[in-house]
C-alpha cells in the first residue's frame, strides 16, 4: 500500500512499484490536470507541487511521495475561487489547447514562491524560471503577462 | 460576470479557459473507463525489409498481459479509404497487414495488459526477427521523380537569360515536425456492436469514416469524440494506425482499449513536414521589377509503392510563390524523393512557411544586390491579383500591412548596410518579410437551439468540427451572442463529436471560415421565426417571451455553409512581419529580440483567440527559423534525438515580445458572410525568412539551410572572413 496525501486528502493506493507519480494521480485519483506530454522530464506538462516545491511527476515514483504533501491543479483554486494566477491566465489568454496549462501555472506559482524575497524581477528572469515549460501552442507572452499580472 | 453580448471583433475571454485552467478540459487519454486495458506499441528496429516471425511468448507471459496483436493474428480490416472527404490514413493498407517494413517505427506488433506498466514492459518482450534491406533517409542522397504538375507562365527560361539582373540560389528545410504537446491518445470500446473512440484528431468525421470502412460498419455506428485536442498543427489529420489497433484489440477483448503513444513515437511514426532543398532563379530589372522566377523544390515522400502511387504527399511549395508576386514569367517544378520514413502529412501552413523561406529570402538577396529597401522592393513587385490565375483579390490590403508594420517597428529607421547596428559584443540586425495564407472555406453545418430555462434563454451551438486551441468553441460563442444579443455566459458550444452537425477537417485555416457564417446563419432563421411573435414591429426582442408566446420551449435551426467556388476572385490572407535579431558571432547565437506582425485576415470573429493564433503562428516561425528539425541517423534510419530534449521546440526564453495587430474594417464579404478568413496559418508564414534577413542584416552573411544553429552560423563567418570579397 501507498499512501499519498495530494491536495490535503489521503489516499491509500495498491500500486505497481513503477507507477510515476504523474500516473498515481491520473490513472488511479482521477486527477488527470496534470498531463503527460512526454514523460521523460522534458515538457513541464507534469508539474505538480511536493511540499511546496515544483517536481516533475513524470520522473517521480509514487512511492517515494509516502509523507509529503502533492499539491495538482485541482487543489490550487479555494473552492469556487480561482487561484490569481488560474485568473489572470484567463485574462491574459495565457493557454490555447490548454495542454501545457496546468503546469505553467503549477510552475508558475512556485515560481512566485521562489522569488518572493526578491525585489526584482526581469521578465528575461521569469522566462528563464518558466522554460522548463513548453507550450506548443506558443502562448508565452501570454504567460509572461499573465504571471507579471500577479507578481505585479 | 458581464451581462452584456460580446460583438464581433471584441475582445472576449476564451469561453473554454475556465476549464483549462482548473485541469478540468478532458483530453483523449484523460478518460477512464471501467474494465480499462493499456496498449504499448512495438515498433520496426529496421527501416526497411520484411519481419520474418514474431516472438510473442515472452511477452503474452508477463503479468497483467492480454493480448499481442502482430501481422499475423491481427483479424481482417477493410481497406481504408484515403480521399479527401471520406478519412485519410497514411498508409492505405491497414495497420500489421503484413510483413513488410517501410520505415523504422513502424508499428510490428501491439501489447495490451492490465496496466501501462505491464504493457510497456511485456512491449519489451516482444521478439521481432527482420530481414534488413537497404534503405534510404536522406533526401541528398535518394533519386527523384519530376511530378506531373508544373505550373508555368510566360517563357522563364528566356527571360531569364535575357534579364539584366539575375540570382540562382537554393534554400532548404529540414524534416521539421508540427509536434503537438499533446500525444497521440485513443481510447476505443464497444458499445453492443457500435464503436465508441474517444481520440484527439482534427476531424471526428475522418476517423468515423475510416473506422467504419475498417470495421464494415455503417458510419452512424461508429462514434467519435474530440471534445479537447492539445494542440495538432496538422500531425491529427490522419487517422492513425494505433486508433485502428486500439479498436481491433477492444473488439477481441470486449474492454476499452487505451493507446497513447509516446513523444518518441510521435516524432517517428506521425509523419512530418517534409524535407526540401529549394532552388530559385529570379531575373528583374534593375530597379527591382521580377521579370522572372522559376521555383525548382525537392521534397521527400513516403517509399511504399502504395503510398506513392495513391498519394505522393509533397510539401506543396510552389502554392504561394506563383500567387504572391507581379511577375510576368514563371515556372516550378517539383521532384519528390522517396524515403524510408513515415510518409509526410502536413505541418502549419504546408507549402506556405517553406515556400516563403525560399522566396523571401531570394527577395533580400535581390534587395541587397540592388542596394534597394527589402520593403520598398515587395512594393514596387506588389500584385492586387493572383499573379498566376490573373483572378483579382476579392479584399487585399498588403500595402497597408507593410504601411502599419514598418510604423510600428521603425523600419524607416533602417540603414541599408549590414552590420549597422552594434551594441556591445552584438550585432543587432532588422529583416522583414511578407505573410500570406489562401481564404479557405468548406462545407460546413452548425446548429442553434435556444431553450427557455429558469426564467431565461440559453443557447446551445453545435457542430462537429474540433477546437484545437484554436479558439473554435470562443468564436462559435461571439457570433451566436452577437447574433442574438446573448451574454457569453447564456451561451453553450459543443464540438468535436460525429453526432453533431457535419464539420469539415479543422485544417488550412478553415473553420471559422467555414464554422462562423453557418452559425450566424442559423441566428438568422431563428430570428426570422421568433421575431414573428412580436406584437409590434418596433417590440424590443426578448428570445423568452417571444418563445412562450409562439408556445415553444425550444427551438432549433441548422445552419450551412458551401464550400468556396467563386471563379471571378481570389481570396487570400496577407501580412507584413519584421524582425529584430541580436546576433552574438563570437557564440554563433542568434537571439529574436522583437517581432512586430500586422495581418489582413478579414473581419477578426473574436479578437482574443486571433491574437493568440497569430502569436503562436510566430513562435512557430522562431522554431522553425532556429532550432526545429529531425535528423536521420544513415546507419540506421532512426531520428537520432526522437524526444522533446532533443527535438528543440522553442521556449519562454527563446521567445520575445510580440507586437501583432491586424487591419480593421477590411471584412472579405466576397468569401463568407461575416468576411472573416482564417488566421492558424499565416502567423507562421514570412517569420524564418525575416529572421534570417535580420541576421544578414546584422552580420552580413547569408544563411539558406534552417535552422539557423550556431555551428551554420559560426561556419558562414568562418567562410566569409577567408573569402572576404564575397562577405557584403
Ligand atoms: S510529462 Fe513530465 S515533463 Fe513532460
Ligand atoms: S496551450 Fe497548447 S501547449 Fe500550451
Redesign the pocket.
Given at each position: 500500500m501507498v499512501r499519498l496525501t495530494v491536495n490535503g486528502e489521503r489516499h491509500e493506493l495498491d500500486l505497481d512499484p513503477r507507477t510515476t507519480l504523474?500516473d498515481a494521480l491520473r490513472d488511479h485519483l482521477g486527477l488527470t490536470g496534470a498531463?503527460?506530454?512526454?514523460?521523460?522530464?522534458?515538457?513541464?506538462?507534469?508539474?505538480v507541487h511536493v511540499d511546496g516545491r515544483r517536481v516533475?511527476?513524470?520522473?517521480a515514483l509514487a512511492v517515494a511521495q509516502q509523507g509529503r504533501e502533492v499539491m495538482t491543479i485541482e487543489g490550487l483554486a479555494l473552492g469556487v475561487h480561482l487561484h490569481p494566477l488560474q485568473l489572470a491566465f484567463i485574462e491574459c489568454d495565457a493557454l490555447q489547447c490548454g495542454f501545457c496549462t496546468a503546469?505553467q501555472i503549477m510552475s508558475a506559482a512556485a515560481l512566485l514562491g521562489e522569488v518572493e524575497h526578491r525585489r526584482e524581477l526581469s521578465d528575461a528572469s521569469i522566462r528563464e524560471r518558466m522554460s522548463?515549460n513548453l507550450c506548443r501552442c506558443g502562448a508565452y507572452p501570454n504567460i509572461l503577462a499573465a504571471i507579471r499580472r500577479v507578481r505585479t | 460576470m458581464s451581462t452584456t453580448s460580446p460583438r464581433i471583433g471584441g475582445f472576449a475571454d476564451r469561453i473554454d479557459a475556465r476549464s483549462k485552467v482548473t485541469g478540468q478540459a478532458r483530453y483523449a487519454a484523460d478518460v477512464v473507463l471501467p474494465g480499462l486495458a493499456h496498449a504499448a506499441l512495438v515498433g520496426s528496429t529496421i527501416a526497411s525489409g520484411r519481419v520474418l516471425g514474431v516472438d510473442t511468448a515472452r511477452a503474452e507471459q508477463a503479468g497483467g498481459v492480454l493480448l499481442v496483436l502482430t501481422h499475423l493474428n491481427r483479424g481482417p480490416l477493410g481497406d481504408l479509404p484515403n480521399g479527401d472527404g471520406d478519412g485519410l490514413t497514411a498508409d492505405p493498407r491497414p495497420p500489421l497487414a503484413d510483413d513488410r517494413v517501410h520505415y523504422r517505427g513502424q508499428i510490428v506488433a501491439m501489447v495490451v495488459a492490465e496496466s501501462p506498466e505491464e504493457a510497456a514492459h511485456a512491449a519489451s518482450l516482444v521478439d521481432v526477427r527482420y530481414e534488413p534491406a537497404p534503405f534510404v533517409v536522406d533526401i541528398d542522397d535518394a533519386d527523384a521523380t519530376r511530378l506531373a504538375d508544373a505550373p508555368r507562365r510566360g517563357d522563364c527560361a528566356a527571360a531569364l537569360r535575357a534579364a539584366p539582373v539575375t540570382l540562382d540560389v537554393v534554400y532548404s528545410t529540414p524534416i521539421q515536425h508540427p509536434c503537438p504537446l499533446e500525444p497521440h491518445a485513443a481510447v476505443a470500446h464497444w458499445v453492443d456492436h457500435d464503436l465508441v473512440v474517444h481520440d484527439t484528431t482534427q476531424w471526428v468525421r475522418g476517423d468515423q469514416a475510416v473506422l467504419a470502412r475498417a470495421f464494415g460498419l455503417p458510419r452512424e455506428r461508429v462514434r467519435v469524440h474530440a471534445p479537447f485536442v492539445g494542440g495538432s498543427f496538422g500531425a491529427k489529420v490522419f487517422t492513425a494506425a494505433h486508433v485502428l489497433l486500439a479498436a481491433v484489440a477492444a473488439r477481441r477483448l470486449q474492454r476499452p482499449v487505451k493507446a497513447v503513444l509516446r513523444s518518441s513515437e510521435v516524432l517517428t511514426a506521425v509523419g512530418p513536414r517534409a524535407a526540401t532543398r529549394q532552388r530559385i532563379q529570379l531575373a528583374a530589372e534593375r530597379d527591382g521589377r521580377l521579370l522572372a522566377l522559376r521555383h525548382h523544390t525537392r521534397s521527400h515522400c513516403a517509399t511504399d509503392r502504395g503510398v506513392a502511387d495513391l498519394d505522393p504527399f509533397y510539401e506543396p511549395t510552389s502554392g504561394v510563390t506563383r500567387m504572391l508576386y507581379a511577375c510576368p514569367h514563371y515556372e516550378a517544378v517539383h521532384d519528390v524523393v522517396p524515403l524510408h520514413l513515415a510518409k509526410p502529412g502536413w505541418m502549419r501552413a504546408p507549402g506556405e512557411a517553406t515556400g516563403l523561406w525560399a522566396l523571401e529570402g531570394a527577395l533580400d538577396e535581390l534587395a541587397c544586390a540592388l542596394h534597394l529597401d527589402p520593403l520598398a522592393l515587395r512594393l514596387r513587385n506588389h500584385s492586387s491579383r493572383d499573379a498566376h490565375t490573373g483572378k483579382p483579390h476579392a479584399s487585399e490590403h498588403l500595402r497597408e500591412c507593410y504601411e502599419q508594420g514598418a510604423e510600428r517597428f521603425g523600419w524607416a529607421r533602417r540603414d541599408l548596410r549590414p552590420r549597422s547596428m552594434r551594441d556591445g559584443d552584438a550585432w543587432l540586425g532588422w529583416g522583414m518579410a511578407t505573410a500570406t495564407y489562401p481564404g479557405n472555406r468548406d462545407p460546413a453545418s452548425v446548429s442553434v437551439r435556444l431553450d427557455r430555462e429558469r426564467g431565461r434563454i440559453h443557447a446551445t451551438v453545435s457542430t462537429a468540427g474540433a477546437d484545437l486551441g484554436t479558439g473554435m468553441y470562443t468564436m462559435l460563442a461571439v457570433v451566436v451572442a452577437d447574433a442574438l444579443d446573448l451574454p457569453l455566459e447564456w451561451i453553450t458550444v459543443e464540438l468535436g463529436d460525429t453526432r453533431l452537425p457535419p464539420c469539415p477537417v479543422t485544417g488550412g485555416s478553415n473553420l471559422t471560415a467555414s464554422t462562423a457564417p453557418a452559425a450566424r446563419a442559423a441566428c438568422v432563421q431563428l430570428r426570422r421565426r421568433l421575431l414573428a411573435f412580436r406584437r409590434a414591429p418596433d417590440e424590443s426582442a426578448d428570445w423568452h417571451e417571444l418563445l412562450s408566446r409562439a408556445g415553444l420551449d425550444q427551438v432549433e435551426a441548422v445552419g450551412t455553409t458551401d464550400a468556396v467556388h467563386d471563379d471571378a476572385r481570389a481570396h487570400h490572407s496577407f501580412g507584413a512581419v519584421f524582425v529584430e535579431v541580436r546576433v552574438a558571432p563570437e557564440l554563433g547565437r542568434i537571439r529574436v529580440t522583437r517581432v512586430v506582425g500586422v495581418y489582413d485576415v478579414g473581419q477578426v470573429v473574436d479578437a482574443t483567440t486571433t491574437r493568440s493564433q497569430l502569436i503562436g503562428g510566430i513562435v512557430f516561425g522562431i522554431g522553425q527559423a532556429l532550432l526545429e528539425q529531425l535528423v536521420h541517423d544513415p546507419m540506421h534510419g532512426l531520428p537520432v534525438h526522437a524526444d522533446?530534449a532533443g527535438y528543440l521546440l522553442p521556449t519562454h526564453a527563446d521567445v520575445p515580445e510580440i507586437d501583432v495587430d491586424w487591419l480593421e474594417d477590411v471584412p472579405d464579404l466576397a468569401f463568407n458572410t461575416i468576411g472573416c478568413r482564417g488566421v492558424g496559418e499565416i502567423g507562421i508564414t514570412g517569420v524564418a525568412p525575416a529572421i534570417a534577413s535580420a541576421v544578414h542584416h546584422a552580420i552580413g552573411v547569408r544563411l539558406r539551410d534552417l535552422p539557423l544553429t550556431p555551428d551554420r552560423l559560426l561556419a558562414a563567418l568562418a567562410d566569409a572572413s577567408a573569402r572576404p570579397e564575397r562577405a557584403k
Open positions: 504523474l498531463k503527460k506530454g512526454c514523460d521523460h522530464g522534458q515538457c513541464g506538462a507534469c508539474t516533475l511527476s513524470c520522473l503546469g522548463g | 522533446l
